[in-house]
């Protein structure tokens, strides 16, 4: 008998699936399932049924000041079965953000930040001293079911006057930890952004890589995208969304699409203040700009489960098949009428909504 039996549901290409979970695990996806379980679900031929939604860019470790939210309130409530902290939180207060997150609904895990306290002040790479890979390596021996990769925020903001240094030595601590995921925030030069991208490898993750800003990918002189830019994307480095408050611009994604660039994976920088006064909401919100940008919800869902379960070895996520853990979005698809803001204050009108109904995360069901 299974736990758990979804009936009826609907693909994003309309076909019909169901969905067996026995032991926080998917035993059986197929269009009909005839079968006891102990609880069922009928869709009736209303919702759709996806693997469970990634956010591979958030910051949830409450304690913080700066970037700080709650991993429930941006994860299981809104459709995420799964987040990934980018970097709060370094070697000295990772694992205390990890106790946190045992008490929590959301599957929870983090890159470390390679300054040493994470992101307690805006220039947390302003002193190299912070950074120290021996403490690094540490945490990743005492925390691998925790600890997916690492992250450096490279802008004039948080690195002061030590320019490309804090890359050069985060791709060191990649290096000598099985290369392990590197996630790069990019910003404001100096480092320029063509310095930046001359030190990634194929799948090293770029976040914000549709920013407005004049260190961009975008050449606001001729509004073509940078050709070293477009290299970068045609070597295989990840160009991932991160949204955020100031880092996803309509006409950047636009530019970008007319060229046969796309976003690589969807995310939202999320924290507390952008999530309650905007622009970013919640990730469905972000999912729905890009749709208004151009991409297909195929793709759209593609780009928050496979992509970023992919990018950051999640072996059993991101997949709605037999052996992948029982982490599932059940959703609607409604016309409406939704104004969409990005992080310059540019709006689109949306036409075409996304929203959760239900979040089933290790098998259990949550209603949103």
């Given at each position: 008998?299974?736990?758990?039996?979804?009936?009826?549901?609907?693909?994003?290409?309309?076909?019909?699936?169901?969905?067996?979970?026995?032991?926080?695990?998917?035993?059986?996806?197929?269009?009909?399932?005839?079968?006891?379980?102990?609880?069922?679900?009928?869709?009736?031929?209303?919702?759709?049924?996806?693997?469970?939604?990634?956010?591979?860019?958030?910051?949830?470790?409450?304690?913080?000041?700066?970037?700080?939210?709650?991993?429930?309130?941006?994860?299981?409530?809104?459709?995420?079965?799964?987040?990934?902290?980018?970097?709060?939180?370094?070697?000295?207060?990772?694992?205390?953000?990890?106790?946190?997150?045992?008490?929590?609904?959301?599957?929870?895990?983090?890159?470390?930040?390679?300054?040493?306290?994470?992101?307690?002040?805006?220039?947390?790479?302003?002193?190299?001293?912070?950074?120290?890979?021996?403490?690094?390596?540490?945490?990743?021996?005492?925390?691998?079911?925790?600890?997916?990769?690492?992250?450096?925020?490279?802008?004039?903001?948080?690195v002061g006057e030590n320019g490309i240094t804090p890359l050069e030595l985060a791709k060191n601590i990649q290096r000598e930890n099985d290369d392990l995921p590197l996630m790069i925030h990019i910003g404001s030069a100096p480092p320029e952004?063509?310095?930046?991208?001359t030190l990634l490898d194929k799948g090293d993750v770029l976040t914000h890589c549709f920013n407005g800003k004049p260190n961009g990918i975008l050449n606001k002189d001729t509004d073509e995208i940078k050709d070293f830019a477009r290299a970068?994307?045609?070597?295989?480095?990840?160009?991932?969304?991160?949204?955020?408050?100031?880092?996803?611009?309509?006409?950047?994604?636009?530019?970008?699409?007319?060229?046969?660039?796309?976003?690589?994976?969807?995310s939202t920088d999320i924290y507390h203040h952008n999530r309650e006064s905007g622009p970013v909401y919640d990730l469905s919100t972000t999912m729905e700009k890009l749709r208004v940008v151009g991409y297909s919800w195929e793709e759209i869902?593609?780009?928050?489960?496979?992509?970023?379960?992919?990018?950051?070895?999640?072996?059993?996520?991101?997949?709605?098949?037999?052996?992948?853990?029982?982490?599932?979005?059940?959703?609607?698809?409604?016309?409406?009428?939704?104004?969409?803001?990005?992080?310059?204050?540019?709006?689109?009108?949306?036409?075409?909504?996304?929203?959760?109904?239900?979040?089933?995360?290790?098998?259990?069901?949550?209603?949103?």
């Amino acid at each position: 008998m299974f736990d758990l039996l979804i009936k009826n549901g609907k693909l994003i290409t309309g076909e019909k699936v169901e969905v067996a979970i026995k032991d926080g695990v998917i035993v059986s996806v197929d269009t009909a399932i005839e079968s006891a379980a102990k609880e069922v679900i009928d869709l009736a031929g209303e919702h759709y049924v996806s693997a469970g939604w990634i956010d591979d860019h958030v910051h949830c470790y409450e304690k913080m000041t700066l970037y700080y939210d709650y991993p429930d309130k941006i994860g299981v409530t809104k459709g995420v079965t799964t987040v990934i902290d980018a970097g709060t939180t370094g070697a000295e207060n990772i694992g205390d953000f990890y106790e946190l997150t045992k008490k929590v609904k959301t599957n929870v895990y983090a890159l470390i930040n390679i300054s040493k306290w994470g992101i307690v002040e805006q220039d947390e790479l302003a002193d190299l001293t912070k950074i120290q890979a021996d403490l690094v390596h540490d945490r990743l021996a005492q925390l691998p079911q925790f600890i997916v990769g690492i992250k450096a925020r490279m802008s004039k903001t948080v690195v002061g006057e030590n320019g490309i240094t804090p890359l050069e030595l985060a791709k060191n601590i990649q290096r000598e930890n099985d290369d392990l995921p590197l996630m790069i925030h990019i910003g404001s030069a100096p480092p320029e952004l063509q310095e930046v991208l001359t030190l990634l490898d194929k799948g090293d993750v770029l976040t914000h890589c549709f920013n407005g800003k004049p260190n961009g990918i975008l050449n606001k002189d001729t509004d073509e995208i940078k050709d070293f830019a477009r290299a970068a994307y045609d070597k295989g480095i990840v160009f991932d969304i991160g949204h955020g408050t100031d880092s996803f611009n309509f006409h950047v994604a636009e530019v970008a699409l007319n060229e046969g660039i796309k976003a690589t994976s969807i995310s939202t920088d999320i924290y507390h203040h952008n999530r309650e006064s905007g622009p970013v909401y919640d990730l469905s919100t972000t999912m729905e700009k890009l749709r208004v940008v151009g991409y297909s919800w195929e793709e759209i869902l593609d780009k928050v489960t496979a992509v970023p379960a992919d990018s950051f070895n999640l072996a059993k996520k991101g997949q709605l098949a037999a052996g992948f853990d029982a982490d599932l979005t059940i959703f609607d698809l409604a016309n409406g009428e939704k104004t969409l803001t990005d992080s310059n204050g540019f709006t689109r009108t949306a036409k075409e909504l996304i929203k959760p109904v239900k979040t089933i995360i290790g098998g259990t069901v949550y209603d949103n």
